[in-house]
């Protein structure tokens, strides 16, 4: 075999989880069971079977961490060639979203996610604003990540934890309310204070 010619495609997933009771973007990782970095957190992937597209694959990495994705879409390809100890590969990014309040191992927040092997790291650095890019622009992302009922507390949240800084709230709430398919839809309840605006997707009773 030519050991120039790329053989090995790796599907990484970014798997994300909106725990509205903390507040927080989680992203799900995966404890390798083996070498290379066996022990390590990493972003769960496998290698792409021969014919198999890049979904199929992306669905069996969410499985490490026993997560079934509500969506899931490609974010970019990488292929520095000494990302991965043992031979030249490429990975391709993809983001997936677990159902709100779906368990699932591994978590931690997006704002603090441990140093990872291969080049994960820089993976989630680089696809942390392009999912920050996705919010309320991308419906299927959008809708995922909120689950069909949601406050504007939530999208500031939302917001900050993927950014990484607070959002003008009034150009929030305009951006929210021009989000296709989504409607003001009264108030959440609340223990006190002022209640927060609450938003529905038009179809989330049909």
């Not at 022990?39 to 992937?45: D, E, F, I, N």
């Not at 079977?49 to 694959?57: C, I, K, Y």
Request: with cysteine; aromatic share 4%; net charge neutral.
């Amino acid at each position: 075999m030519n050991p120039d010619i790329l053989t090995v495609v790796s599907v990484d997933v970014l798997l994300l989880r909106y725990d509205r009771p903390t507040g927080r973007v989680l992203l799900h990782l995966d404890r390798r069971a083996l070498d290379p970095y066996a022990g390590r957190l990493a972003l769960p992937g496998v290698a792409a079977r021969t014919g198999e597209r890049l979904a199929s694959a992306a669905d069996r990495a969410c499985r490490k961490v026993e997560g079934t994705p509500r969506a899931l879409g490609q974010l970019r390809t990488f292929d520095e060639p000494s990302r991965d100890p043992r031979g030249a590969s490429l990975s391709i990014a993809m983001w997936a979203v677990l159902a709100p309040d779906e368990p699932a191992s591994g978590a931690v927040p997006i704002a603090g996610v441990p140093p990872l092997p291969f080049d994960h790291d820089i993976i989630v650095a680089t696809c942390r604003p392009m999912l920050a890019a996705l919010l309320w622009r991308d419906v299927t992302f959008t809708r995922a990540l909120t689950g069909d009922v949601f406050t504007s507390s939530d999208a500031v949240v939302l917001a900050r934890e993927l950014t990484g800084r607070d959002p003008h709230r009034a150009n929030l709430n305009r951006e929210v309310g021009a989000v296709p398919g989504l409607v003001a839809d009264g108030t959440a309840p609340t223990a006190g204070g002022r209640p927060p605006k609450q938003w529905r997707w038009t179809d989330a009773d049909a």
